[in-house]
């Protein structure tokens, strides 16, 4: 799988809540760096991340990449997302936006992710 190709596949797995294809994507020793919260390191810290992200909204964005950056095993990707958020509990929609960096690891032949970090270019009033 390509760098691009995981990134689509992120963004679809995203939107559609589906938590084991975006851990499928994560390399052995992966850290998810939210904004707001504390990096979640592991697996299993990953996965608690994307249930709790996904048991208060719903998310329906699309992924521009910007740059992707190839050095051996190691690569990065900088992105942006844009698209709309609802909040589960209120049942609001709201404009939602994200820079992003991926940091990817070649593990057994497959570029995985080893390290994720957001931020938000909409921020919530």
């Known amino acids: 799988m390509t760098i691009l190709s995981a ?6 797995a995203l939107n559609a809540n589906d938590i084991d294809s975006i851990l499928e994507l994560y390399g052995r020793e992966p850290v998810f760096m939210p904004q707001h919260a504390p990096a979640l390191i592991g697996r299993q810290a990953v996965r ?6 996904f048991a208060t909204i ?6 521009t990449v910007h ?3 190839e050095a051996g095993d190691w690569a990065w990707a900088r992105t942006s997302s844009a698209g709309r958020t ?6 609001i929609e709201v404009a939602e936006g994200n820079n992003e960096l991926f940091v990817f690891h070649r593990e057994d032949g497959a570029w995985k992710i080893h390290r994720y970090l957001f931020a938000t270019t909409q921020p919530r009033a």
């Open 67 to 69: 740059e992707v950056e």
């Open 58 to 63: 719903k998310l329906d964005v699309q992924f």
């Open 48 to 53: 608690a991340g994307y249930e709790q992200v």
């Open 7 to 12: 990134l689509k596949t992120y963004e679809t």
């Open 86 to 91: 609802r909040i589960l509990a209120s049942g």
